[in-house]
């Protein structure tokens, strides 16, 4: 474990523990999951990708397909906020590739307020069923094929806000809290399953402050963007994660920012 206040996550390369495993990505289409798509494709992962947006998804995985030839990286047009078909999909991936060995959940959004009185709870509405919703949808349909596999990981998504809110952020920062909560009690049920020898799968919350992007960095150059995390670094953690045994992630929040 890393000093009180710094990043706690392995970045090593990943490629052996990801050569032929198979990942879902969910939120696949926006920058982070652009970068986790091409990680975890020059990895050697056969990786899933889903996301509301059908044309940015093709995107995407077509830019992840293009830089690693060869690889596989299937785009999933999926509805999230729909249980039975977040099931099918994990359902489908099982019986199409033998295996699920991971679940990537970085669907997000982001509203917040000038301050806590100014609170808008149509935001609430909004972020519950982006940040909370998706995340029960997919920790229950991932949850058992991942336990069949020997490495299955579910990563959350999450930001350091969930621990420490600030007035004019509260939905968005208890939405978080509840999604971490959430994908703490999933790691509970990997622990159980696991019994005397330890989980077998894990669940984990990978925290940053917040997400940057070079074409963020395009449009201001002038900002410094201190203590965010590059969505490649992100991308490199998340492979670095299965270079860890299961047992020492599991029902962690693994820090790629300073605690607050």
């Not at 150059?221 to 992630?249: C, H, Y």
Request: charged share 25%; hydrophobic share 45%; glycine share 10%.
């Amino acid at each position: 474990m890393s000093p009180e206040g710094s990043p706690e996550v392995s970045t090593m390369d990943g490629k052996d523990t990801l050569n032929g495993a198979v990942i879902a990505v969910a939120g696949a289409a926006g920058p982070a999951g652009r970068a986790t798509l091409l990680r975890l494709a020059e990895a050697g992962a056969t990786v899933i990708g889903s996301d509301a947006d059908p044309e940015r998804l093709a995107e995407a995985v077509d830019a992840a397909r293009y830089a690693h030839g060869g690889s596989t990286v299937i785009g999933d047009t999926v509805d999230l906020l729909d249980l039975r078909a977040t099931r099918e999909w994990a359902d489908r991936i099982e019986k199409d590739f033998g295996r699920v060995d991971g679940l990537i959940h970085l669907v997000g959004g982001w509203r917040g307020s000038p301050s806590f009185a100014d609170t808008d709870l149509a935001d609430w509405d909004l972020l519950e069923k982006l940040l909370i919703r998706t995340v029960q949808h997919t920790s229950l349909a991932f949850a058992e094929p991942l336990k069949r596999s020997d490495r299955g990981r579910y990563l959350l998504i999450s930001a350091a806000g969930a621990s420490k809110p600030t007035a004019g952020n509260a939905a968005y920062a208890a939405s978080k809290a509840a999604a971490e909560a959430w994908t703490l009690a999933l790691a509970d049920d990997f622990r159980k399953a696991g019994g005397d020898e330890g989980p077998a799968a894990a669940a984990a919350i990978l925290v940053v402050k917040a997400l940057v992007n070079d074409a963020m960095r395009a449009e201001r150059p002038s900002a410094k963007f201190a203590g965010f995390t590059d969505v490649a670094d992100l991308a490199e953690a998340v492979a670095g994660v299965w270079e860890r045994p299961a047992s020492d992630v599991n029902g962690n929040r693994l820090w790629l920012t300073e605690k607050p």
